[in-house]
C-alpha cells in the first residue's frame, strides 16, 4: 500500500520538541562560558538543531503550499495553536545562537518576529471562529500570546533595546491575564491526565521575563523574576508525579522549553552575583534539562517517523 510522504501530515507538535532543543543549545553555550569549559558541545547541538528546524519548517511550508487550508485546520486546536507558534519563536531563539556569527543573526531575529505577528493575526481568527468551549484559557496560549518575551534574547544584542523593551512589557500585561484567568479555571476545575503537562510552560516566561530584565533593567524585575522562575521550578518538581501520570504524550514537548529556559536564567544569575543558588540551579537545571529534552526528542522523532505523531495530535494532512 503506498503512503503519502510524511512531509504531506508534518505536525506542529514537534515543533516546541525543537524549540527546547535550540534552547538546550544555548544553556550548554552558557555552561561552557560560565564553567571554563569548551562550548564545542553547545556549538554542535546547534548544528544539529538547525537542521531539524529548517528539515521541519521546509516540511510545513511545503505542507502549506500543498493545500494552504491545513493551516486553519491545524489552528483548531490549542496544542497546533501552541506548536506553530513554536515555529516563530524557534527562529527568534535560535537568531540568539547566531549572535556570534554576524549579521545573519540580525536577519533571522527579524524574520522570527514577524512571522509570530503572522502567525498570532491566524491564532486570533482561529480562536474568533471557534465555539465558547474552544476558547478556553489554556497554558498553551502563553506561546503564541507571550511568545515574543522571546525576543531580547537577541534583540538587544543586536541593538533592538527599545523594541525588546516595549515587546517585554506588553507580553508582561498578558501573561498576567492568562495567568489569572488560568488560576480562576484551575480552582473551578482541575486539567484532565492528558493535559497536565502543559502547565510545564509557565515556567518558560518567568525565565524569560527575569532574563530580559536582567538585560536592560531594572535589577529588582529580574530578582522577583529569578524567584519566580525558582519557585514555579520547585513546585513542578513537587508535582512532576501528577504532571507526568498519564505517561509519555506529544504533550511532553511542552516540558522541553521551559527546563532549557530556566537553565539559562540561572547561567545569567551566575554573573549576577547569586553564588551557590544560582551555581545549582545551573549544573542541575542542564542535567535535568539535557536528559528530558533528549529523551522527549527522541520519543518526538521516532513517533514522527512511524507517522503517529501526525495521528496522535490531530495534524491536518495536505
Given at each position: 500500500m503506498n503512503r503519502q510522504p510524511l512531509w504531506r501530515s508534518t505536525p506542529p507538535a514537534i515543533f516546541p520538541v525543537i524549540l527546547g532543543l535550540v534552547g538546550l543549545s544555548l544553556a550548554w553555550r552558557g555552561l561552557g562560558q560560565s564553567f571554563g569549559l569548551t562550548a564545542g558541545f553547545g556549538d554542535i547541538l546547534l548544528g544539529v538543531t538547525t537542521v531539524l528546524l529548517a528539515f521541519f519548517a521546509l516540511s510545513y511550508v511545503a505542507k502549506?503550499?500543498?493545500?494552504?487550508?491545513?493551516?486553519?485546520?491545524?489552528?483548531?486546536?490549542?496544542?497546533?495553536?501552541?506548536?506553530?507558534?513554536?515555529?516563530?519563536?524557534?527562529?527568534?531563539?535560535?537568531?540568539a545562537g547566531l549572535l556570534p556569527y554576524g549579521e545573519l543573526a540580525r536577519y533571522v531575529w527579524w524574520f522570527g518576529i514577524l512571522l509570530h505577528v503572522v502567525i498570532v493575526t491566524f491564532v486570533v481568527k482561529s480562536i474568533s471562529k471557534a465555539p465558547p468551549e474552544g476558547r478556553s484559557v489554556t497554558p498553551f496560549q502563553l506561546l503564541p500570546f507571550v511568545g515574543l518575551i522571546t525576543a531580547p534574547l537577541a534583540g538587544v544584542a543586536l541593538g533592538y533595546t527599545l523594541i525588546?523593551?516595549?515587546?517585554?512589557?506588553?507580553?508582561?500585561?498578558?501573561?498576567?491575564?492568562?495567568?489569572?484567568?488560568?488560576?480562576?479555571?484551575?480552582?473551578?476545575?482541575?486539567?484532565p491526565e492528558p493535559l497536565r503537562p502543559s502547565y510545564a510552560i509557565i515556567l518558560a516566561p518567568m525565565g524569560l521575563f527575569?532574563?530580559?530584565?536582567?538585560?536592560?533593567?531594572?535589577?529588582?524585575?529580574?530578582?522577583?523574576?529569578?524567584?519566580?522562575?525558582?519557585?514555579?521550578a520547585l513546585v513542578l518538581l513537587v508535582f512532576a508525579k501528577w504532571l507526568t501520570a498519564s505517561g509519555f504524550s506529544p504533550v511532553w514537548g511542552g516540558l522541553t522549553f521551559p527546563v532549557a529556559?530556566?537553565?539559562?536564567?540561572?547561567?545569567?544569575?551566575?554573573?549576577?552575583?547569586?553564588?551557590?543558588?544560582?551555581?545549582?540551579?545551573?549544573?542541575?537545571?542542564?542535567?535535568?534539562?539535557?536528559?528530558?529534552?533528549?529523551?522527549?526528542?527522541?520519543?518526538?522523532l521516532k513517533m514522527w517517523a512511524k507517522r503517529d505523531l501526525a495521528k496522535k495530535t490531530g495534524s491536518a494532512v495536505a
Open positions: 502549506l503550499i500543498a493545500r494552504p487550508g491545513v493551516l486553519m485546520e491545524d489552528l483548531k486546536s490549542p496544542p497546533g495553536r501552541a506548536g506553530l507558534s513554536a515555529i516563530s519563536m524557534s527562529f527568534i531563539v535560535f537568531a525588546s523593551q516595549v515587546l517585554t512589557y506588553l507580553s508582561l500585561v498578558v501573561l498576567v491575564v492568562i495567568l489569572v484567568k488560568l488560576a480562576a479555571k484551575f480552582i473551578r476545575t482541575r486539567p527575569g532574563m530580559a530584565f536582567g538585560q536592560f533593567g531594572p535589577e529588582i524585575l529580574f530578582t522577583v523574576f529569578y524567584i519566580l522562575a525558582w519557585v514555579v529556559v530556566f537553565t539559562n536564567i540561572n547561567i545569567m544569575a551566575i554573573s549576577k552575583g547569586f553564588g551557590l543558588v544560582a551555581t545549582t540551579g545551573a549544573i542541575a537545571g542542564g542535567l535535568i534539562a539535557t536528559a528530558l529534552i533528549f529523551f522527549i526528542a527522541y520519543k518526538a
